[in-house]
Structures are given as C-alpha cells and as structure tokens.
Nanobody
Framework: QVQLVESGGGLVQPGGSLRLSCAASGKFFSINKMGWYRQAPGKQRELVAA???????NYADSVTGRFIISRDNAKNTVSLEMNTLKAEDTAVYYC???????????????WGQGTQVTVSS
C-alpha cells in the first residue's frame, strides 16, 4: 500500500507565502508523476501543478508565475512553494502520485489526506 503524507498549509495573509510538502511511503516500483490538486468550497477539484520524474512541470494558469513545484526522487517527496497568495487560493490542497507498483506499466493514483490553506487578512 502507498501512503502520501502532507505537511504545511495553514493561515496566511494575502501576498504571503506558504510551502506544502508531501512524502510517499510504502512498497512500489516507481513514482511517475506527482502533484497537487485543490478544492475550494462549492467548487470542483482542480489541478494546481504537477511534475514528472524527469522534472517536467505544468501549472494551472491561475498559479503560473506564483507557485513552484519541485520533487526529490530519492526521497519520494514533492513540494509546492506558493507565493503572492490570494484569497482565491483558499482551498484544501491534495497531494497525488501516479505510482507503478511493479515493473509492469500499470499506474495507480494515490491521494494524500488534504491540507487546508486559508488566505485571509
């Protein structure tokens, strides 16, 4: 079984910064892609940023230029540096990972438990 444990999040004022981290543990062959989704009250879950094992990244338009995603393949961790935060960034942020459990090419998606980010003065 694969577990994703998130840390970071909390309350920050508009214009401030926060850093989220997520660590994967368990028995698996490799992790292909890791990233972050978020879900605000009354809205659908949306992709924020993702990064491949080769460090290719993609971002939602709403966070491009403000958020930076990075990963440490040796430690199976992914981080999200969030800068110039806005009220509309308030949401529960979920870490996810696309994992190959064995040498076979099948991928399974795993989720973290979610961490609250609140941007408010």
């Amino acid at each position: 079984q694969v577990q994703l444990v998130e840390s970071g999040g909390g309350l920050v004022q508009p214009g401030g910064s926060l850093r989220l981290s997520c660590a994967a543990s368990g028995k698996f062959f490799s992790i292909n892609k890791m990233g972050w989704y978020r879900q605000a009250p009354g809205k659908q879950r949306e992709l924020v940023a993702a990064i491949t094992s080769g460090d290719s990244t993609n971002y939602a338009d709403s966070v491009t230029g403000r958020f930076i995603i990075s990963r440490d393949n040796a430690k199976n961790t992914v981080s999200l540096e969030m800068n110039t935060l806005k009220a509309e960034d308030t949401a529960v942020y979920y870490c996810y990972a696309l994992v190959r459990l064995t040498v076979a090419r099948y991928e399974f998606q795993y989720w973290g438990q979610g961490t609250q980010v609140t941007v408010s003065s």
